[in-house]
């Protein structure tokens, strides 16, 4: 079992940057793939930005594609996520997740989840 647990969001203007941070109590936390999701108000739960086990490939939703950066310390089993240009559908609180299948991570098929940290941005 992955326990996970997210800090960083807050509120924000459109356009500010924040770093999320998901600190991960797992053994041998450098055989998962991690990713972040976000679930905005009313919207089911997506995909954002995933990082692979040993940090060399990373992939991204389309409209986070370039403002948002993933990136690991399996030293310190941490997960980031950099959100710069920060626009208002950005909105949502946002969960970290790892698999050590990285088809499984992408469609969200975890069993643990943390209790998120709330991004909110305003226009």
Same mark, same amino acid.
């Given at each position: 079992? #992955?326990?996970?647990?997210?800090?960083?969001?807050? !509120?924000?203007?459109?356009?500010?940057? !924040?770093?999320?941070?998901?600190? /991960?109590?797992?053994?041998?936390?450098?055989?998962? $793939?991690?990713?972040?999701?976000?679930? /905005?108000? &009313?919207?089911?739960?997506?995909?954002?930005? &995933?990082?692979?086990?040993?940090?060399?490939?990373?992939?991204?939703? /389309?409209?986070?594609?370039?403002?948002?950066?993933?990136?690991?310390? $399996?030293?310190?089993? #941490?997960?980031?996520?950099?959100?710069?240009?920060?626009?208002?559908?950005?909105?949502?609180?946002?969960?970290?997740?790892?698999?050590? $299948?990285?088809?499984?991570?992408?469609?969200? #098929? $975890?069993?643990?989840?943390?209790?998120?940290?709330?991004?909110?941005?305003?226009?």
């Amino acid at each position: 079992q #992955m326990e996970l647990v997210e800090s960083g969001g807050g !509120l924000v203007r459109a356009g500010d940057s !924040l770093r999320l941070s998901c600190a /991960a109590s797992i053994p041998f936390f450098s055989d998962y $793939n991690m990713g972040w999701f976000r679930q /905005a108000p &009313g919207k089911e739960r997506e995909f954002v930005a &995933g990082i692979d086990w040993n940090g060399h490939n990373d992939y991204y939703e /389309a409209s986070v594609k370039g403002r948002f950066f993933i990136s690991r310390d $399996n030293a310190k089993n #941490m997960v980031y996520l950099q959100m710069n240009s920060l626009k208002s559908d950005d909105t949502g609180i946002y969960y970290c997740a790892g698999d050590d $299948n990285w088809g499984q991570l992408v469609a969200g #098929m $975890n069993e643990d989840w943390g209790q998120g940290t709330q991004v909110t941005v305003s226009s």
